[in-house]
C-alpha cells in the first residue's frame, strides 16, 4: 500500500469489483478507452488479469481510494498489456490511469501515477516507461506531459490513433 497527501494506493483485490464496474460503465470512460463500455465480464477479466499481474511481476494497476473516507476514485499505475504496438514499446511497464468521472479535475490522476512512479522506480528500478493517449483526452495528455512523458508517434489501436509516449526517469538513489 502507498499513501500520498489525499489519496492511498492498493493492489486490487475481488472486493474492488463493483466500484471498478461502475466506473467502466460511463460513457466517458469509453470515449478513450476503446469507444465501448465494458460489461461485467469484461470488468471482472480485467480485475483478475490485474490481480494476476500483481502476482506475476510484484506491480501493476492499483485501485485509488481517497484518503479521508476510502471512497473510490479511480485505478493508476504500471503494468504490461502487451497490446502488440511494437517490441520497443512493450519492452517497458505501460503506465495507466483511469480516474472515476466524479472525481475528474481533482489532481487525482496526477498524484496517484507521481507515486506509482516514484514507487516503480525505487522498488522495481524502473528508469523507462511508456503510455498511450487517445488524442482528444486533454485531461490524460496533460498528465503525461506533467509526469515527463515525451510523445514519440501515434499508432492505430482499437478503431483510434492514439499518441505514443516514452518517460525516461533516472533511478533514485538508495
Known amino acids: 500500500m502507498i499513501e500520498t497527501e489525499r489519496l492511498i494506493l492498493s493492489p486490487p483485490t475481488i472486493d474492488d469489483f463493483e466500484c471498478s464496474l461502475a466506473m467502466h460503465r460511463h460513457e466517458t470512460m469509453a470515449r478513450y ?5 465494458l ?7 480485467k480485475l483478475l488479469q490485474g490481480i494476476g499481474h500483481w502476482t506475476t511481476y510484484g506491480y501493476g494497476i492499483f485501485v485509488v481510494r481517497g484518503k479521508a473516507d476510502g471512497a473510490f476514485i479511480g485505478e493508476v ?8 504496438l511494437g517490441e520497443a514499446f512493450e ?14 479535475g481533482r489532481g487525482y490522476a496526477k498524484e496517484a501515477a507521481e507515486r506509482a512512479h ?7 528500478a524502473m528508469s523507462r516507461s511508456v503510455c498511450i493517449v487517445h488524442p482528444d483526452n486533454s485531461g490524460s495528455i496533460r498528465v503525461a506531459d506533467s509526469l515527463g512523458y515525451e510523445r514519440i508517434g501515434q499508432v492505430s489501436y482499437r478503431d483510434a490513433d492514439p499518441f505514443m509516449f516514452e518517460r525516461i526517469a533516472p533511478i533514485p538513489a538508495g
Not at 39 to 45: A, H, Q, S, T, Y
Not at 91 to 104: D, K, Q
Not at 118 to 124: I, K, L, P, S, V
Open 33 to 37: 478507452t476503446g469507444g465501448q463500455l
Open 39 to 45: 460489461g461485467r465480464e469484461d470488468v471482472w477479466r
Open 77 to 84: 499505475g504500471l503494468a504490461h498489456f502487451r497490446r502488440g
Open 91 to 104: 519492452a517497458s511497464p505501460e503506465a495507466a490511469w483511469m480516474i472515476e468521472p466524479a472525481a475528474h
Open 118 to 124: 516514484r514507487w516503480m522506480a525505487t522498488e522495481h
